[in-house]
């Protein structure tokens, strides 16, 4: 399975499934009169990041895993959403930019050598080990943290919601 196959389709996916959640979160504020800044603000625990944190790096993590194997420098996004509607946005931002890549584009990108900077540690991966090893956990971590906090607020979700309706 290439490289393209194990990023592309099943992010693009699961960021479909969390732009979905986000609705399905924006629907319960409406419907039980709670100001959506509670939720985008919470966090599962005191040392954690809030839900909007976990929603903006998940978004990254897809965008920006990409655009390394396929040998591009990630470029920085402002994290300044403050509504359901701006993280919906940033994920169709990530979502546009895994449309635009083809399989061609992740050629090589297996033996392709990935050093980033990782809060203060100096990262080194080659793109076959970044994937598994890095990438998608993170990616994983932080969708799923985000779906907890809203679960955990009683917004009415399920497997079935995360895993995109599958």
Known sequence: MS???QVVPP???ALKALSRILDKAEAHCTARKIDPA??????LYADMLP???QVQIASDHARRGAMRLT???PTPVADNETSFADLKARIAMSLAALDAYKPADFDGAEA???TFKAGPRELTFSGAAFVPYWMLPNFY?????????LR???VEIGKVDFLGGA
């Open 71 to 73: 040998g591009a420098e």
């Open 38 to 43: 509670v939720l985008l603000g919470d966090r």
């Open 51 to 53: 839900f909007t944190r």
């Open 3 to 5: 490289l393209y196959d």
């Open 112 to 114: 392709r050598s990935l």
């Open 152 to 154: 955990h607020n009683g």
């Open 11 to 13: 992010l693009s996916h």
């Open 141 to 149: 971590f932080h969708m799923t943290t985000a779906y907890n906090i």
